[in-house]
């Protein structure tokens, strides 16, 4: 699991590679850190080669959307697949984030 | 001849000898019969040069004889004209010495009282060196001789026997005496000449008809003219003789056989002398051939004997390969194939496996060198191997052991690439140890060289310290082993067969290959790229396939059949990625794969953070799919904990007022048709059902 964060004027792309199990969470939790401290700006998960995820996946999700609210950020998630999209769905969260 | 072969086997071969006789009896009598022809050409042709000598010196004598004659009669003729001339006697018989060749003296004489006036006796001579003599008187009293009366009495001439004057001219003389007539017809005198025989020197350079020839001249009466030299005794001659009618005398000529024959001697002797030689070359070519025949048959039948011998140990070598492979049917854990195709007779490549303990020992070797010695080393590798793998169970120990015993013996400097290995068949862990050889090929989904440390081969360092590696291979897997002779065949364009078309050959394997079918695919491809070329190594494969379980198989639900599967996992997070393998081994249909697997990530995932929460344990997994459905029963014997009484989560909360747990159990609800719960045993059972 794999992840990727790059930093344009007023973006911030975090962009997922694998599977992002309850094991993976462990060290992606660390990744997105740098996330939680972006303020007015927006912030795009990009999921194009994310190939699955759990809810500790999902957590890390909904704490990187407290914290964008919080600090006037915005979250945009980009190309989830089917999988995933199952998974929002059924977890609520497809209406919690801005889905492109 | 006799020649000896070995101590008991003598061969006796006559042929040979009755060759050489008859070679010299056939040369001996040709030589002869040219020989006898030679000499009896050789006489005749002396005879013929005698004979025409002998009838020439006889016509000399002749011509001389008839010349003489002439000369008396004309001499007499002359006389008796002149009878009336006592005087002219003497100008008579000088006439006739000076005209006449030979002639040394010539001599008239009348019979008694002819010329009153010279007495009783009248002989008018003349000779060379006296003139005018008159020599009838009483001391010469001529009536008495043979001469004087033969003269009167033979109306011819008459020649006397030669003898030796040594009155007169000191040398052998003959005379010839012819009658004198008187007018009325009647005898009275005789007319007589000396002859010399001097003349008859000059017949030697026709008598001499060979350098060394001599020649006689003797009267009827036996008189030697020219003496004949004494012979030497025990010399033999030959002799030629013609008798002259004119006088009776016969000429002889003398000739030693070695003038006629000495040529033809000599070159006899030459010729007998090579025929010995010739004889003796081939009675030794005979001989030198011979042996070497015998030589030719002694080491042929040697080499069939070596030829035997060699393949009765290339049967020895290959007795003392396995000779069945598991699946046996106490082992149905593994499918093993082996095979060796030696280059020679015998070769230095070596397999070999037993099962002992529930582990499988294993080895594959490459002896440096080939033919017999490789064979040697190749049968103590074999009894080390299976003698110090008894003893030990750590690989790099035992490749120990054989390097020092087998560096302690190596005076040839031989050594052997080896592997060796120790598959445990139960967990699949394979210990092993490679001594220089070739990296075995690991196939699980694709094939890759087997991880090895660089250890020497066995027999180069005595004390080297091996080290041995570990791995854990997957039921499924294949291990595939070989020998240089397999990467480093040959085609006739000197290409190598390569590591490249080994790796292509084998992802070409269907997955439904046993491991001689996956050997045979690999020789077979080895073959068709050889082609025509000699082989110039062993070729040795060793094929082991770790089965899957048959208890534990997985198939897919096509037809309906119940299976089961189990899986026990440790309390450790990280082992949530082996989870989803096992989920992916299940055969479920294909779109509810990830959701089933996330299902039983969170319910494990559960278990592990509130059943284990502090402590080590397993959590059990067992899976029963039938057509319709599939059911899940996780066990744990952690503390007590029933995830099915977690409360239900609110997903329509807006962001900011979701709460960050809960997710999991709602997850599990969400995809599982039927969760159940039950504590039993001390242990949570958490039943999970999923209809298809």
């Not at chain 2, 003269?151 to 009658?179: F, H, K, Q, R």
């Amino acid at each position: 699991m794999k992840t990727e964060i790059t930093t344009e004027s007023n973006q911030m792309v975090a962009k997922f590679t694998g599977r992002l199990d309850t094991a993976a969470a462990i060290t992606t939790a660390e990744d997105i850190k740098p996330l939680l401290n972006a303020a007015n700006t927006e912030i795009v998960l990009d999921c194009s080669d994310l190939e699955y995820i759990s809810s500790s996946g999902l957590r890390i999700f909904l704490t990187i959307r407290k914290e964008a609210a919080a600090k006037g950020s915005k979250v945009i998630v980009k190309n989830i697949n089917a999988d995933i999209r199952q998974v929002f769905v059924m977890t609520g969260f497809i209406s919690l984030f801005e889905i492109v | 001849m006799k020649l000896k072969v070995k101590n008991n086997d003598i061969i006796h071969d006559k042929s040979g000898l009755w060759i050489i006789i008859i070679a010299a009896v056939i040369l001996e009598a040709t030589a002869c019969i040219q020989y006898f022809y030679n000499r009896a050409s050789l006489r005749n042709e002396a005879e013929r040069r005698a004979i025409a000598e002998l009838r020439r010196a006889e016509l000399e004598i002749d011509v001389v004889c008839k010349q003489v004659e002439m000369s008396v009669q004309t001499m007499a003729l002359l006389a008796e004209r002149n009878l009336q001339y006592p005087d002219s006697m003497f100008s008579i018989t000088c006439l006739m010495v000076e005209r006449t060749p030979d002639m040394v003296g010539a001599a008239i004489a009348l019979k008694e009282n002819y010329y009153p006036q010279y007495g009783k006796w009248f002989e008018a001579y003349c000779g060379l060196h006296t003139k005018n003599l008159q020599i009838g008187s009483q001391t010469h009293d001529y009536f008495q001789s043979e001469w004087f009366h033969n003269g009167m009495t033979i109306d011819s001439c008459w020649w006397c026997e030669p003898y030796y004057d040594n009155a007169g001219a000191m040398e052998t003389l003959v005379s010839c005496s012819y009658p004198l007539h008187n007018s009325e017809g009647e005898v009275i005198g005789v007319a007589l000449a000396d002859i010399s025989l001097n003349y008859l020197e000059r017949l030697s350079q026709y008598l001499r008809v060979y350098p060394n020839s001599y020649f006689s001249i003797t009267s009827s009466n036996g008189t030697e003219l020219v003496p004949a030299p004494d012979t030497i005794p025990g010399m033999k001659y030959h002799i030629f003789e013609e008798d002259i009618d004119v006088n009776g005398w016969t000429i002889r000529i003398i000739i030693p056989d070695n003038e006629i024959y000495g040529e033809l001697k000599r070159i006899g002797l030459l010729v007998t002398i090579m025929m010995i030689l010739g004889l003796l070359l081939l009675v030794f070519i005979m001989y030198a051939s011979a042996r070497n025949i015998m030589k030719l048959l002694e080491a042929n039948k040697q080499n069939q004997t070596i030829e035997s011998e060699l393949n009765i140990a290339r049967n020895i070598q290959m007795a003392m390969l396995p000779k069945t492979f598991p699946p046996y049917h106490d082992c149905l854990d593994l499918n093993i194939y082996g095979t060796i195709i030696p280059a020679k007779e015998v070769g230095g490549d070596l397999y070999d496996f037993y099962i002992s303990d529930n582990k499988l020992y294993f080895c594959i070797g490459d002896v440096s060198g080939k033919g017999v010695p490789a064979s040697l080393v190749m049968a103590v590798t074999r009894s080390l191997f299976r003698t110090l793998s008894a003893q030990s169970k750590d690989p790099a120990q035992i490749i120990i052991q054989m390097n020092n015993a087998m560096s302690e013996m190596n005076e040839q400097n031989m050594f052997v690439t080896f592997f060796l290995g120790i598959l445990d068949i139960e967990t699949g862990e394979l210990n092993y140890c490679n001594a220089g050889h070739n990296a075995p090929i690991l196939i699980s989904d694709t094939p890759t060289a087997l991880p090895v440390l660089p250890n020497l081969p066995i027999g180069i360092l005595s004390g080297y310290t091996f080290i041995s590696q570990t791995i854990t291979i997957q039921r499924g897997n294949t291990l595939f082993f070989y020998t240089d002779g397999l990467t480093e065949a040959e085609n006739i364009n000197k290409e190598l067969y390569g590591e490249e078309r080994m790796f292509k050959t084998i992802s070409e394997w269907s997955d439904t290959f046993n491991a001689k079918e996956q050997v045979n695919a690999i020789q077979q491809s080895v073959a068709q790229f050889v082609d025509i070329a000699e082989p110039s190594d062993d070729l040795t494969m060793l094929s082991i396939r770790y089965l899957p379980d048959k208890s534990e198989q997985t198939t897919s639900n096509k037809t309906g059949q119940i299976v089961k599967s189990q899986i026990v996992m440790r309390n450790d997070i990280q082992q949530i990625p082996t989870l989803a393998e096992w989920v992916e081994s299940l055969g479920i249909p294909q779109m509810l794969n990830m959701t089933i697997n996330l299902a039983l990530e969170e319910a494990v995932t559960n278990v592990m953070l509130y059943a284990y929460p502090d402590s080590n344990g397993t959590v059990l997994i067992e899976s029963l799919k039938d057509k319709n459905q599939i059911t899940f029963v996780i066990s744990d014997s952690g503390i007590p904990f029933d995830p099915t009484k977690k409360g239900e989560v609110d997903i329509t909360l807006a962001a900011e007022d979701r709460a960050i747990g809960g997710l999991g159990i709602h997850l599990v609800r969400q995809i599982m048709d039927k969760i159940e719960y039950e504590r039993k045993d001390d242990k949570n059972i958490l039943t999970l059902t999923k209809l298809f």
